[in-house]
Antibody, heavy 117, light 106 residues
Framework: EVQLLESGGGLVQPGGSLTLSCAAS????????MTWVRQAPGKGLEWVSS????????YYADSVKGRFTISRDNSRNTLYLQMNSLRAEDTALYHC??????????WGQGTLVTVSS | EIVMTQSPATLSVSPGERATLSCRAS??????LAWYQQKPGQAPRLLIY???TTATGIPARFSGSGSGTQFTLTISSLRSEDFAIYYC?????????FGGGTKVEI
């Protein structure tokens, strides 16, 4: 059974930093691209960032480019999202998703990031 | 950037009726289009990929069609558990993008 378990969310002040993690299991993690998708409270889905299976290629939405960094550790089956210079508009539930450049076939339940003073 | 536009924003239907949801892309995405269902408090679930291929475990009443810029998700006979928000998603060109969603309500 595929499982994606996010962690690392919380309350952070504007301008602060946070690192999200996603522990993956139930599939061959190193063979698949991975993605972060976020959903602001009461809003729709927004693609944030994707990373290739090897970690060699990364992609970002314009809204986070230069502030967020996606990475992965295939030896630990873990996906990361380093978030710097956080803004109020980054407040959202962040989902870890299997896939990238293809359909998203499995989603984690998400970890909530709240940016507020 | 490809903009995905879904219509209608809200669709009011009754159980047993047919529901037709539309998704339009601002430029061609070929058949690289997926549909997701999201219920309150839950993560999205993949329904359709490749514009028309039903994902594993998805009931046959869900079907997808279209290519290029115009896509349709059809629910042939709505059941109570189908009332949810539906999103389309293009994965043809970076940056990836989602439609704004269609809420299917009673």
């Amino acid at each position: 059974e595929v499982q994606l378990l996010e962690s690392g969310g919380g309350l952070v002040q504007p301008g602060g930093s946070l690192t999200l993690s996603c522990a993956a299991s139930g599939f061959s993690f190193s063979n698949f691209a991975m993605t972060w998708v976020r959903q602001a409270p009461g809003k729709g889905l927004e693609w944030v960032s994707s990373v290739s299976d090897t970690g060699g290629s990364t992609y970002y939405a314009d809204s986070v480019k230069g502030r967020f960094t996606i990475s992965r550790d295939n030896s630990r089956n873990t996906l990361y999202l380093q978030m710097n210079s956080l803004r109020a508009e980054d407040t959202a539930l962040y989902h870890c998703v299997k896939g990238g450049g293809a359909e998203f076939d499995y989603w984690g339940q998400g970890t909530l990031v709240t940016v507020s003073s | 950037e490809i903009v995905m536009t879904q219509s209608p924003a809200t669709l009011s239907v009754s159980p047993g009726e047919r529901a037709t949801l539309s998704c339009r892309a601002s430029q061609s995405v070929s058949s690289n289009l997926a549909w997701y269902q999201q219920k309150p408090g839950q993560a999205p679930r993949l329904l359709i990929y490749g514009a028309s291929t039903t994902a594993t475990g998805i009931p046959a009443r869900f079907s997808g069609s279209g290519s290029g810029t115009q896509f349709t998700l059809t629910i042939s006979s709505l059941r109570s558990e189908d009332f949810a928000i539906y999103y389309c998603h293009q994965y043809n060109i970076w940056p990836l993008s989602f439609g704004g969603g269609t809420k299917v309500e009673i």
